[in-house]
Nanobody, 120 residues
């Protein structure tokens, strides 16, 4: 089992920036793929960005060019730099870790979530 602890969420005005962090502990061998999902009220949870240990990345079209995902393998930590935030980015952001990109949603471990609120 992997324990994921998120931080960095908060309230920001449109156009502002936030940086989310997710520190993993426990079964680090199960964190080849790490990333961020988000869920807004009344909406399904969606993938925001993901990154593998070898730095292959995937981004949602809605955040591409604004968000950057990165990871520090030595620190077992994944980051999400969120720039030019928009009100539609408002959601609870969940960290995820899995053995592969393909298994993140169904078999990955989840963090507790951190709230991101963007005001217009």
């Amino acid at each position: 089992q992997v324990r994921l602890v998120e931080s960095g969420g908060g309230l920001v005005q449109a156009g502002g920036s936030l940086r989310l962090s997710c520190a993993a502990s426990g079964a680090i061998f199960s964190t080849n793929a790490m990333g961020w999902y988000r869920q807004a009220p009344g909406k399904q949870r969606e993938l925001v960005a993901a990154i593998t240990r070898s730095s292959t990345t995937n981004y949602s079209d809605s955040v591409k060019g604004r968000f950057t995902i990165s990871r520090d393998n030595a620190q077992n930590t994944v980051y999400l730099q969120m720039n030019n935030l928009k009100p539609e980015d408002t959601a609870v952001y969940y960290c995820n870790a899995a053995i592969s990109l393909a298994t993140m949603r169904t078999q990955g471990s989840w963090g507790q979530g951190t709230q991101v609120t963007v005001s217009s």
